[in-house]
């Protein structure tokens, strides 16, 4: 049987590490956050309309992104100040 083409998870894990920079989680993690981030700054969704759309869980799970990622509460995010959205990663 042959290696190509399957692949453990952990192996995964950490060739996307080495390529990447970083675990997948915390890749899309920062995804969904930097996402969220951009749609809050550019239309007037509101936070939990926001939050759904770029796969988090719930709102308070998108809150705990921000804080967690940009050491920022969401709340920063509106018109033209808040954190950087530079993408991933």
């Known amino acids: 049987m042959s290696s190509r083409g399957t692949s453990s998870r952990a ?3 950490r060739r996307f ?3 990447i920079g970083r ?3 915390g890749y899309l993690a920062r995804w969904r ?3 969220a981030a951009r749609l809050l700054r550019a239309t007037e969704s ?3 309309a926001a939050a759904t759309q770029v796969g988090h ?3 308070y799970a ?3 992104a921000f804080r967690r990622g940009f050491g920022l509460p969401r709340g920063a995010t509106d018109g033209r100040s808040g954190p950087p ?3 991933p990663p």
């Open 57 to 59: 869980g719930s709102d």
């Open 23 to 25: 675990p997948p989680l």
């Open 33 to 35: 956050t930097t996402a």
């Open 11 to 13: 192996a995964f894990a």
């Open 62 to 64: 998108c809150a705990h």
């Open 46 to 48: 509101p936070p939990d």
């Open 17 to 19: 590490t080495d390529l």
């Open 85 to 87: 959205v530079r993408g």
